[in-house]
Structure formats: C-alpha cells, structure tokens
C-alpha cells in the first residue's frame, strides 16, 4: 500500500522514513491550528456581554450661563444679563416643559443655546454640545424659542401706531441734520441661506449668491420699527416694498405728512423721498447731502445687527434651515 501510494505521489524514488516523517509533521501542525482555533473561541466573550441590549445612559452637564462674567456673556451671546432675563421672563410660560420635570432644561438654558446659536451662526450640534443636550433636541428648543418671541414681534418692532409717537420720531429725526417730518429711513439687505435646488433660481441675487431680500425700516435711534423677510433675492427692493404693509400704512392718518427715506432703487411717491438723480442747483445739492447723512442711519444699523447676530451676516456662512424657519430667525 506504501508503495502504491508512493507511486501515485511520484514520491516513488524518496525514502519512505522521510514520507512518513513529513506527513507526521503536517498532521502534528494541523492538530496544533486547530487546538489554537478552539482556544481563541473560548477566550472571545459573547455577544450579550459585548454589546448590550441598552446603553447606559451619560448624565449631561448643565450648568447656569450667568454663572460666567459678564465680558464672557457678551461674547458668547451678545446681550448683557439684564436683557437675557427679561427675554427669559417674556416668554417663560411658552418654555416650561411638564415632560420629565426632573431632567428639563430650563428656560433660561434654552434662550440662552438660542442666543448663542444666533449669535455665532454655527451648527446646532457645536451649539447643544456646549449647553449639554443634543443637536435633535436642540433643534425642538430652538423651534419651541422662535415660536415664542414670534408672538411677541408687533409690540417691538412696529411703527408710529398714534400721531404722538409718530411727532416724537420725527422730532428725533430732524435733530441729526434738519431733516423735517422723517420717520424712518427705508432699505433692503440680502440674508445668505442655502436654498433646495428646485427654487435656487427663483432666490439667486445680483451678487449670484442665494438669499432673502430683507425689507426693514430704521429710526433715527437705530430701532428697528418695521421688517419683511417673505420675498427672495431675485425680488428688486421696489417690487417687496409694493408687496408689503409700508403703502397701506404710510397712506393712513397716524403720519399724514410724514416721509420716509429710501435710496436710488426706489420709486419717488408723496410718501417716499429718493435722493435727486442730477441736482442742477445748490438746493437739490443741499437736498441730497441732507438726504444721505439722514438714510445713512440704516446702513449703520445693517452692520450693526449683522455683527451682533452672525448668523445674518455672510461671515458667518448661511443658514440651512427651511425657507420658513429661516424667515423666523431673521424676524427673531
């Protein structure tokens, strides 16, 4: 039999102590892989005690911002405490979660993310990572805030509602350079959002990037009084003031002989003064100077609020929240 298998392994010419010697050795190596195969098996753990069924859960830190100076508040969102709670306390019944009472953030904690969010323009994880939630539940806190300083917008940003508010405004006015019966100076500013692909079209500006074309209305103390955040880039700035409640309500009662402000884009109406186009006199030249150091007021006031809130400004990238929620921030 050793001599046919031989044969058949045309090992017929090789010692046959040496064949048998070698399959010992293969068959030894063989037996010894797999004893280490059976001993590596044993020493792995099983699966239930590798991974469990339920993760244990990772308390999360809260602690108070106004436990920071107030140099540190500032710069982190861009209010003093004072302001902080009283937006806190504005809004505190639309905050007040009677879910998991024990392990509810608190309202100051919420507005306070919020004004971070706003006030850096970064991502919402970056932003729930720093005030100890998630960026899910950041994101309901941050709807859960909007909707709730949105219920409160008329009774900040609104324009003169009696004739002794609209005397007062114009009074104001008329001290920075003589300007007579002004109560506000009107423009339009482009907020950078990123937009779905279907509508990038309709939202792409003159500057070819996708924004919304912001209506708003200054005082002479930099107050805002009036805002529209509904049309997109594409819209020309006279177009969203026709759409909007300016006309209505410049032709009302409260600011009979009143003027708003607006610059060269502008229609000139009975209630909107536009600088002169070729002054031919020192008058018109006159006009226009006054004019300018007047309305100038609202640029100041764009850099202003866009420094403030990065989120608005390009410098702080764009906002890639939907059409809608990106109105209530702008508004917010």
Excluded at 160 to 170: D, R, S
Excluded at 211 to 225: C, F, G, L, R
Excluded at 235 to 256: C, F, I, K, Q, W
Aim: with cysteine.
């Amino acid at each position: 039999m050793i001599a046919l298998a031989l044969a058949i392994l045309g090992l017929e010419d090789m010692p046959v102590l040496l064949v048998l010697e070698q399959a010992a050795q293969q068959a030894t190596q063989r037996r010894r892989r797999r004893i280490r195969r059976v001993r590596k098996a044993q020493q792995i753990p099983p699966v239930h005690a590798v991974v469990p069924c339920r993760q244990p859960s990772i308390p999360r830190i809260r602690a108070n911002p106004f436990y920071l100076t107030p140099a540190k508040i500032h710069t982190l969102y861009r209010l003093d405490r004072d302001t902080i709670t009283t937006i806190v306390e504005l809004i505190q019944e639309d905050l007040v979660s009677l879910i998991n009472i024990r392990t509810a953030i608190s309202p100051l904690l919420k507005v306070a993310s919020v004004l971070n969010f706003l006030a850096t323009g970064t991502y919402q994880h970056t932003v729930g990572q720093m005030h100890g939630m998630s960026q899910s539940y950041f994101s309901v806190v941050l709807n859960q805030v909007l909707d709730a300083l949105l219920k409160h917008a008329r009774a900040y940003i609104s324009l003169p509602q009696t004739p002794q508010e609209a005397t007062a405004t114009k009074i104001a006015s008329h001290a920075l350079v003589g300007m007579p019966n002004v109560i506000g100076a009107l423009n339009c500013t482009h907020i950078k959002l990123v937009v779905p692909h279907s509508v990038e079209v309709v939202y792409r500006n003159q500057k070819l990037y996708h924004s919304i074309n912001v209506q708003m209305v200054y005082d002479a103390s930099k107050i805002i009084t009036h805002c529209c955040a509904r049309y997109p880039g594409s819209t020309h700035d006279a177009m969203v003031l026709r759409n909007s409640s300016l006309p209505r309500y410049m032709e009302g009662d409260v600011v009979r002989c009143g003027w708003l402000l607006g610059d060269a884009g502008y229609p000139l109406k009975a209630w909107l003064l536009t600088p002169v186009r070729n002054p031919q006199n020192r008058h018109e030249v006159d006009f226009n100077c006054a004019h300018t150091r007047t309305h100038v007021v609202i640029e100041q006031a764009f850099v202003l609020l866009k420094a403030r809130f990065r989120c608005l400004s390009r410098s702080g990238g764009a906002l890639i929240d939907g059409l809608e929620k990106v109105g209530n921030i702008i508004m917010v």
